[in-house]
């Protein structure tokens, strides 16, 4: 008897995660602030082929020295449909220091805080810089490095060999799949600011 009455709910369960795992926008959807600290949806974006969100720390000098790539990809990207979205997960980091942050290296892109790292989490995004690529349906296709200049903390190459984000966001806009969908980003630990 009590078999069959768990039946449904766990198969309402794993319907649900079905559903979430087909890219389908969640029931409670995440809700992050902007810089006047109104909530707003991440992935509200009408018309966008693709949603990079870059999560970033003021304080991060890997981050820091990401953002000339960080803008040239934005200006490739941005009049093909590609939202860019700068990241904030520190929740002690203020909105003076994120303007502040965004003049200092000429970020024009649109900036978000996550101090609840709800995007963060359902991203898994652990590293600054870290970028998650979403195509409509919520569906993620790449979390991962800019690119392999940097091999660990402290120790770069003279340039880049691999072009992750630009080669994830050239397969999303031709409609193919992502050649890696993950890699592993270099740089500042998001979870030591929980």
Not at 6 to 33: D, S
Not at 67 to 76: G, N
Request: aromatic share 8%; proline share 7%; charged share 25%.
């Amino acid at each position: 008897m009590l078999h069959s009455r768990i039946g449904p709910f766990v198969v309402g369960i794993l319907a649900l995660g079905l559903l979430a795992c087909a890219g389908e926008e969640p029931a409670t959807p995440v809700k992050l602030l902007d810089l006047s600290g109104q909530g707003v949806d991440p992935f509200a974006a009408s018309d966008a082929k693709a949603i990079v969100f870059l999560f970033t720390r003021t304080d991060c000098p890997v981050s820091n020295r990401y953002a000339p790539e960080v803008l040239r990809l934005y200006e490739e990207f941005k009049d093909r449909g590609v939202e860019f979205r700068m990241v904030y997960p520190n929740p002690d980091v203020t909105i003076e220091a994120i303007e502040s942050h965004l003049e200092e290296y000429g970020y024009s892109i649109s900036a978000l805080r996550d101090p609840e790292h709800l995007l963060v989490d359902l991203t898994e995004a652990t590293i600054t810089p870290e970028a998650a690529v979403f195509v409509p349906g919520w569906e993620m296709v790449y979390r991962g490095r800019i690119d392999n200049r940097y091999v660990d903390f402290g120790k770069t190459r003279a340039r880049a060999t691999q072009h992750d984000l630009q080669e994830a966001l050239e397969a999303a806009l031709a409609g193919k799949p992502v050649p890696n969908p993950r890699t592993e980003a270099v740089g500042c630990f998001i979870a030591d600011l929980r």
